[in-house]
């Protein structure tokens, strides 16, 4: 099955979307009975705890937790967003920078500027957007950013997208100072998500019975296993524990002087997908396949390049004394059990 595929079904019940290219299932979004990331609150400040920098928020899904001290005082009222999933026993993380993402465009109040995505290159189509959004009075007093979407876009859509994101942030900014908790604006569900983030030309099936037409629950079946094999005959094993995440690369019965490099670079290809699938996040610990220091590089380089087509926020944090190599994932996702 060559092309990109969207399949829009139920999973054991609840709503999910998943991403086939070629047959290969490079993504999936299920919803869970959590707060969903991007939900905005009107939350009430409740306890410092200045040994983390943060405060406690009350919520009407329970207790947050805000990275900011600076400002507030208990019982005052803040706007906050969830920026991701909570850990077993914690407060769910939230922000005080809010954004408000559809497809085509972000508001970003408190941050006033109009700015193209880097992503879109040719200058002439950079200034027909620019022009589109400062005719139509861009985001008014708040931010905005033109997605990498944009590109070749109409301008009814494009316009359509930019007032209902920019009404909705209003909406939202004038329910600041009631004293009370309240969510104001939910999170998008994964069939939303599938349409703001997954935006290349795609056939889209919304049948029932689409994950099991298209393979998705075989390929779900695969994730069950902590072994990924590579070409080679080489694998790495994916195996979470409650501090970190530790991904064992392994060069299989290849014994020939550059195993090593050729299995570390398979997996560097591989792992952002898999991270994804699987909903990992966290710290990430690469116990990789011997090879030379020089190949470091290499390797790096081969990483950064799979995880900028990524999506999820990931920081490269470096190699450790003993030659692990370390990453720093957002958990904007459940793992899959």
């Known amino acids: 099955m060559k092309g990109r595929v969207i399949a829009l079904d139920h999973l054991d019940g609840v709503e999910a979307a998943a991403l086939l290219v070629d047959g290969r299932l490079e993504d999936l979004y299920v919803d869970t009975d959590q707060p969903r990331p991007g939900t905005i609150y009107r939350a009430i400040a409740e306890r410092p705890v200045k ?52 497809r085509y465009v972000i508001v970003t109040p408190n941050a006033p500027g109009l700015n193209v995505s880097r992503s879109i290159r040719d200058e002439g189509e950079r200034d027909r957007l620019l022009e589109i959004a400062h005719d139509a009075g861009g985001a008014g007093a708040h931010g905005m950013i033109l997605r990498s979407s944009c590109q070749g876009v109409s301008e009814d ?23 009370e908790p309240e969510m104001l604006t ?27 037409a298209l393979g998705v629950l075989d390929a779900l079946d695969l994730l069950g296993t902590p072994e990924v094999r590579v070409s080679g005959g080489g694998s790495f094993w994916i195996e979470p524990t409650r501090a970190l995440v530790a991904v064992d690369v392994n060069t299989g019965g290849d014994t020939s002087p550059a195993a090593g490099l050729k299995v570390n670079l398979a997996m560097a290809r591989d792992l952002p997908r898999q991270l994804r699938l699987r909903g990992l996040g966290g710290q990430i610990v690469l116990d990789l396949a011997p090879m030379a220091k020089k190949d470091r590089r290499q390797f790096e380089s081969t990483l950064r390049g799979a995880l900028r087509t990524d999506g999820v926020e990931t920081a490269m944090v470096g190699w450790t004394p003993l030659g692990h190599y370390e990453l720093q994932r957002k958990r904007d996702r459940l793992p899959r059990s």
């Open 51 to 102: 040994g983390q920098g943060g405060m406690f928020l009350r919520t009407p899904d329970g207790t947050a937790f805000l990275r900011q001290i600076k400002g507030l005082a208990p019982g005052q009222p803040i706007l906050v967003q969830v920026t991701g999933y909570a850990e077993p026993g914690k407060a769910i993380p939230v922000t005080a920078k809010l954004l408000f993402k559809s």
């Open 186 to 212: 939910e999170g998008d569900g994964p069939h939303l998500l599938a349409w703001r983030e997954w935006t290349d030309k795609a056939e889209v099936d919304t049948n029932e019975g689409s994950f099991e």
């Open 157 to 179: 859509d494009l316009l359509d997208d930019l007032h209902q994101t920019v009404g909705l942030a209003d909406q939202v900014l004038t329910d600041a100072e009631t004293p």
